[in-house]
């Protein structure tokens, strides 16, 4: 079965600096894909980037960067030049297919909480 | 556009009793999913839906029961609501091919006394 495991609780960062949200991943499907959301404190979820397991490139979007390393079944998520709006939870996920039809299920990580500091 | 409603945003239930959340996309998606959100936790599926007239059960579907009549409405009703039961509920839609991003709505934090 699927897994998802982040082993970061919380992180702090400072304004302007990059940081990296650790996400490693188990899977015996070829083909997967892996997502990342950020639910700020007002609660929704925010989709921010997402990589297919056949993709060569690392997946990019604005300041996220998703640093793929499929040997390692690890999928981190870099924000570059963090904001004082980025403080949030951050969940990595990726699809089941044993649920959710062909779209599949998203499995969560249990999330990592960021605070970045003015 | 108004992406995926969500209502109620709060609610509190006493034992036993009943209640329906809604859940409403304007996208056109056929894919539907009820999620919940413990303390602390990530997101577990209930129940989904990949079109209007079909659900299916998720991980986590005892307790809940859902309908799906139309493509844009997807609501979960609680029969004799538990404690157990007290979460935050996520309404999610998605397209049926690309990246199957899920568009989610604002949730509904909902508790069980």
């Given at each position: 079965?699927?897994?998802?495991?982040?082993?970061?609780p919380?992180?702090?960062v400072q304004?302007?600096?990059a940081?990296t949200?650790d996400?490693t991943?188990d899977?015996s499907d070829?083909?997967?894909?892996?997502f990342?959301?950020?639910q700020?404190s007002s609660?929704?979820?925010i989709?921010l980037?997402?990589?297919g397991?056949?993709?060569?490139q690392?997946?990019?979007e604005?300041?996220?960067?998703l640093?793929?390393?499929?040997?390692?079944?690890s999928?981190?998520?870099?924000?570059?030049a963090s904001?004082?709006?980025?403080s949030?939870?951050y969940?990595?996920?990726?699809?089941d297919?044993?649920?959710?039809?062909?779209?599949g299920n998203?499995?969560?990580?249990k999330?990592?909480k960021?605070?970045?500091?003015? | 556009?108004a992406?995926?409603?969500?209502?109620?945003k709060f609610?509190?239930?006493k034992i036993?009793q009943s209640?329906?959340l809604?859940?409403a996309?304007?996208m056109?998606?056929n894919?539907?999913?009820?999620?919940?959100q413990?303390p602390?936790m990530g997101?577990?599926?209930i129940?989904?839906s990949v079109?209007?007239?079909?659900?299916d059960?998720?991980?986590?579907?005892n307790g809940y029961?859902?309908?799906?009549?139309?493509t844009?409405d997807?609501p979960?009703?609680l029969?004799?609501?538990?404690?157990?039961?007290?979460?935050?509920?996520?309404?999610a839609?998605?397209y049926?091919?690309?990246p199957e991003k899920?568009?989610?709505?604002?949730?509904?934090q909902l508790?069980?006394?």
């Open positions: 079965a699927q897994k998802i495991t982040q082993t970061q919380g992180m702090f304004e302007k600096e940081v949200l996400c991943y899977t070829q083909s997967y894909g892996l990342w959301y950020k700020p609660g929704e979820m989709f980037i997402y990589q397991s056949y993709d060569e690392n997946a990019t604005g300041r996220y960067s640093n793929f390393q499929k040997a390692r079944k999928a981190n998520l870099v924000i570059s904001q004082l709006g980025d949030a939870m969940f990595c996920a990726m699809r297919p044993h649920y959710g039809g062909s779209q998203l499995i969560f990580g999330g990592t960021l605070s970045v500091k003015p | 556009n992406g995926v409603t969500q209502t109620p609610r509190i239930l036993g209640m329906t809604q859940c996309q304007d056109n998606h894919y539907m999913y009820w999620y919940r413990d602390g997101l577990k599926l129940y989904y079109g209007a007239g079909i659900t059960k998720g991980e986590v579907p029961n859902v309908s799906r009549s139309t844009e997807f979960l009703r029969e004799l609501a538990a404690p157990s039961q007290t979460s935050v509920y996520f309404c839609s998605s049926e091919t690309g899920l568009f989610f709505g604002s949730g509904t508790s069980v006394l």
